[in-house]
Structures are given as structure tokens and as C-alpha cells.
């Protein structure tokens, strides 16, 4: 549990800006944990377990696997104003492991693209986010930048705490026990 508090202490703020841009929305985020790549990547690629961490997220599963290459379909409930929009978002995922992950939105009318990079600096993982979306929908637009921020932001801490949680489980098994 000591262990829990003390990373999470280390980890960074989260940072997320969303603006128009002629119609198109244009999100970007950062932030840093104190894991490795290659635990930060764990978490950020494991689509089958999300909606365990992951708010909002009701299903998510890998629809078709080709090397590097995944088609992803995941439905989220959002909450808008009074009411609650439920979706499905189908994108196609390419990989290049512990380093980057490039999103596509699949069918559709509404084009969604995204960028997420994970660097190391100084024993922690800066992950960068990037996205541009254009709503398909005038009704959708108007709550498009305050919904957007806040589901970027409320999806990057439940990762950064899963990453964390992860980072501190594998510490405590691999720490020698003593009696």
C-alpha cells in the first residue's frame, strides 16, 4: 500500500488542451509515471481488459490481429449535459512497440485520428497524446470541446493509475519476503 502512495506522489500532472479548429477538434495531452515504457505500453495495448480500468468504457475487444496491426471495436457511454451518448468506436490500431501507437477511425462519418508517443526521461515515461476529430453532428459539436477534455483527461489518469497499481504489484512480488 506504501508502495501505491509513493508512486503516485512521483506521477505527473496530467495536461489536456482541446481546441476548434474550422470545425475540427484538436486534443492534446501529456503526462508522466514513474514505470518503465515497456509497463506504460502494457497497459495502453491491453484493450481486452479496459473497460476493468477504464471509465466510461463498457466493452472493448481486438476485432481482427495482424502483426503490429489491430482493428479495435470498443462502446463507451459519455455523459452529455442531462443524458448519456453511448457509442461505438471502431479504429484501426498499428503499433510500433514501447514507443508508439497510431489510431484510425474505421466506418463511419465522423474521422478520428490519433497519435500517442511514450518516451523515457529521467527513470519515468512522458507519454505525449495527440488527436484531431471532426464531429459528425452540429449537436455533438457544441459539447465536443469540454467533453472531450474531460474524457482525455478522465481516461489518462485511470491509465496512469492502472500503470502505477501495475508498477507497484510487480514491485511487491519481486520484493524478497522476510519472517
Same mark, same amino acid.
Given at each position: 500500500?506504501?508502495?501505491?502512495?509513493?508512486?503516485?506522489?512521483?506521477?505527473?500532472?496530467l495536461r489536456?488542451?482541446?481546441?476548434?479548429?474550422?470545425?475540427?477538434?484538436?486534443?492534446?495531452?501529456?503526462?508522466?509515471?514513474?514505470?518503465?515504457?515497456?509497463?506504460?505500453?502494457?497497459?495502453?495495448?491491453?484493450?481486452?481488459?479496459? !473497460?476493468?480500468?477504464?471509465?466510461?468504457? %463498457? #466493452?472493448? @475487444?481486438?476485432?481482427?490481429?495482424?502483426?503490429?496491426? =489491430?482493428?479495435?471495436?470498443?462502446?463507451?457511454?459519455?455523459p452529455l449535459?442531462?443524458?448519456?451518448?453511448?457509442y461505438e468506436?471502431?479504429?484501426?490500431?498499428?503499433?510500433?512497440?514501447?514507443?508508439?501507437?497510431?489510431?484510425?477511425?474505421?466506418?463511419?462519418?465522423?474521422?478520428?485520428?490519433?497519435?500517442?508517443?511514450?518516451? !523515457?526521461?529521467?527513470?519515468?515515461?512522458? %507519454? #505525449?497524446? @495527440?488527436?484531431?476529430?471532426?464531429?459528425?453532428?452540429? =449537436?455533438?459539436?457544441?459539447?465536443?470541446?469540454?467533453?472531450?477534455?474531460?474524457?482525455?483527461?478522465?481516461?489518462?489518469?485511470?491509465?496512469?493509475?492502472?500503470?502505477?497499481?501495475?508498477?507497484?504489484?510487480?514491485?511487491?512480488?519481486?520484493?524478497?519476503?522476510?519472517?
Amino acid at each position: 500500500m506504501a508502495l501505491f502512495f509513493s508512486s503516485f506522489a512521483a506521477a505527473s500532472e496530467l495536461r489536456v488542451d482541446a481546441h476548434k479548429d474550422a470545425g475540427l477538434i484538436k486534443i492534446d495531452a501529456e503526462f508522466s509515471v514513474p514505470v518503465s515504457k515497456e509497463q506504460a505500453w502494457q497497459v495502453m495495448v491491453d484493450f481486452e481488459h479496459m !473497460p476493468q480500468f477504464l471509465p466510461q468504457l %463498457i #466493452s472493448s @475487444h481486438i476485432v481482427s490481429q495482424s502483426g503490429n496491426h =489491430l482493428r479495435v471495436s470498443q462502446v463507451l457511454s459519455v455523459p452529455l449535459s442531462l443524458f448519456n451518448y453511448q457509442y461505438e468506436s471502431v479504429r484501426d490500431i498499428d503499433l510500433k512497440p514501447f514507443s508508439e501507437i497510431r489510431a484510425t477511425s474505421v466506418g463511419g462519418s465522423e474521422s478520428y485520428k490519433s497519435v500517442a508517443l511514450l518516451k !523515457p526521461a529521467l527513470g519515468q515515461t512522458v %507519454i #505525449s497524446y @495527440h488527436a484531431e476529430w471532426l464531429p459528425d453532428s452540429s =449537436l455533438l459539436a457544441g459539447f465536443a470541446l469540454d467533453t472531450m477534455r474531460n474524457q482525455i483527461r478522465q481516461q489518462f489518469t485511470a491509465m496512469q493509475q492502472e500503470m502505477l497499481k501495475r508498477h507497484d504489484q510487480h514491485a511487491a512480488a519481486s520484493t524478497p519476503q522476510t519472517h
